[in-house]
């Protein structure tokens, strides 16, 4: 069963915050500089200990100060762990296919090479006209 949100974006909220390296006054000053209300640090608490909803543009906005897409501070972290995984395997079939289209360029090279070769022996072994 998913988690219920409020506990995601508060566990997430900390996360990203704590990954930034700043401390709850800090986020409560940067977020309040974007909206119509004061916030201060014990607010950030109570949000991330989900004794506080959250509103709207507080998320927005934290998001944004915090660098990340409100959407990741949504998601719980196996759901981001699994997109991550599966950039990964995407990343991975990308430079398979690099490697075997630069084989397939190397091939098309060696026989433009080989075709010219031949072309010019043909040329250089074609008797010379007398007129």
């Keep these: 069963m998913p988690r219920d949100p409020w506990k995601t974006f508060a566990h997430r909220l900390r996360h990203e915050r704590l990954a ?3 401390n709850q006054a800090t ?3 940067a977020i309040s500089e974007h909206l119509d209300h004061q916030l201060d640090g014990s607010t950030v608490s109570r949000i991330e200990s ?3 909803a959250v509103r709207l543009d507080e998320a927005v ?3 944004e100060q915090l660098g990340v897409p409100l959407a990741a501070l949504l998601e719980e972290v196996d759901t981001l762990q699994e ?3 599966k950039q990964r395997d995407e990343l991975i079939q ?3 296919a690099v490697v075997a289209y630069e084989e397939q360029l190397h ?3 060696a026989s433009v090479i080989a075709i010219e070769k031949a ?3 043909l040329e250089s072994s074609r008797p010379t006209p007398i007129y």
Excluded: K, Q
């Design 20 to 22: 930034a390296g700043i």
């Design 107 to 109: 091939r098309a090279r």
């Design 94 to 96: 990308a430079r398979e």
């Design 83 to 85: 997109r991550i995984d």
């Design 27 to 29: 986020l409560a000053d």
């Design 61 to 63: 906005v934290a998001a």
């Design 119 to 121: 072309i010019a022996e």
């Design 50 to 52: 989900g004794r506080r």
